[in-house]
């Protein structure tokens, strides 16, 4: 049974009632509207945290005739769809806000064990360019001491920043400038005259810098020439 709650529509509520958001899946190129079930966040030692690599395994989505047709939503009535099975998706969290997920292949390098095998999995994606920009989450620990784990789930909460070439994802920590950019002399020229500065990145003007300021000086460097090499030869 729906409570009517006032300020609420009818879809609201039944969008509150079923926990879905809502959503686009991207199959085989083709948008198809809907709702995907809420992810991002996860309990733990009777606490919520924030949990943002959970948008990067499989997601539940119902089409949008389906949800606001149908008087009652069953279980039966979503579609799990993996990584492997669809281009990506569009999540939209709050109004007039959305999260952009693609299918990638992407070995985690940062992790032990089975992450670092290279598998599908949904990414999101912050820039489309020649060379985009992704945040990947690391899954916390799934098992250990309380206190380890909490630790695990706060820092799983930071994103490491991807960089997706025509040939390779990987962690923009690990672009070879020289060797990946060549095909952009100047850019790789600039490079290695050190003319891409870091340091009082938060009065420039970059259109990185929302990503610059949170990132370490290595990282930051590689920013700027990818922001560069995407002006200059990213036609």
Known sequence: MLLSIPGFSQLDEKMDYEDVTHGVVIIKGKRVEGYIREK?????????????????????????????EKEKIKNKDYEKYDAKDIDGYIYYPYEGDSLVFESVKYADLTGVGTSMIPKKMFMRKITDDKISL??????????????????????????????????????????????????????????????????????????FNKFINKTAFRDKVRLLVIEDYNKTCGE
């Open 40 to 68: 991002g966040t996860t309990y733990f030692d009777d606490q919520i945290y924030d949990a943002p690599w959970s948008y990067q395994s499989a997601i539940r989505f119902v089409p949008k005739d389906v949800f606001e």
């Open 134 to 207: 992704f945040y990947h989450y690391s899954s916390p620990m799934s098992m250990g001491e309380v206190s380890a784990m909490r630790q695990s789930y706060l820092d799983s909460k930071e994103p490491n920043l991807v960089y997706q070439t025509e040939d390779k994802i990987r962690l923009v920590e690990n672009l070879n400038v020289e060797k990946e950019l060549s095909d952009c002399p100047a850019v790789v020229e600039k490079y290695k005259n050190n003319e891409y500065k870091a340091i009082g990145d938060e009065n420039s003007n970059s259109g």
